[in-house]
């Protein structure tokens, strides 16, 4: 098979754009489709501050690599969950990569900074791990973009999470995340920093492939705890229909942000956005969820 670009012998066959790459023309088209999600829809620009965060796997290594190399402002952030090994071999695969290309990070631990212990937590509130993590992680991202000055936060989320979590909130109409599921979500407070996905319209097997061909390393485990979890289930549904039908995911995610998403829109109700007591982040409850973590930990 031939590049599509080059003529050269091809590596790495695109179904669903019906395109064959060699590895420069690849990385090419990669860094085409990342710069172009960023500016169709209006993620940042050149010179603002972009606080990156990164669990050492292939998606945000990825995009933390490819935001530098596009000559974007960021900075990245690794949250150590304390989640055993996982935790501390990714840590490792983060500060090796910004050390040797002298690039800023800042490391976050939950237990040494705020006392939090993701397993005695979700023992003791009988709530799913990944639950607790979830809320753990969208304070911290916030609060530290929100203190840092950053303009927005940037995740890795690849085109196979947006098309699974949209196929999970479709499967039981959850409307209220249908309306928010987008590659952009606009701040609505003055102390809520704006979230972006840049990759949302690449696969994993493309970031794996962008890693893989610039040699970075990356933490290959999944976490352990996302054994099971129902995601899983909706990416290899999804997978099935893919093999028949090359294109299905990017179809059913790409239709639905251009004609299904805005029918939800009316559903977004108006929050009542209060400061939490404790740290004055943006909550709807007296105290805020990550607060309330906290004060459960010292009981532990
Ligand atoms: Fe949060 Fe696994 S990364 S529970
Ligand atoms: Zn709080």
Redesign the pocket.
Known sequence: MRCRRCKDKAVIYLERHNAAFCENCFLHYYYNQVDKNIKREKMFKKGEKILVVV?GGKDSMALWDVLNKNGYDVTAMYIN?G?GDYSNRSQEIVENYAKERKLPLIIKNIKEEYGLE?GKISKKLKRS??S???TI?RYLFNKVALDGGFTAVATGHNLDDEAATLLGNTLSWQEGYLARQAPVLQSTHPKLVKKVKPLFTLTERENLSYIIFNGIKFIHD?????EGASSILYKEVLNKLEEESPGTKQRFLINFLEKGRKHFQDVREELDLKECKICGQVTTTEICSFCRLVEISKEL
């Open positions: 669990s969950l989640i993701i791990p990944c607790i993590c979830g992680k999944e976490c352990p705890h996302a």
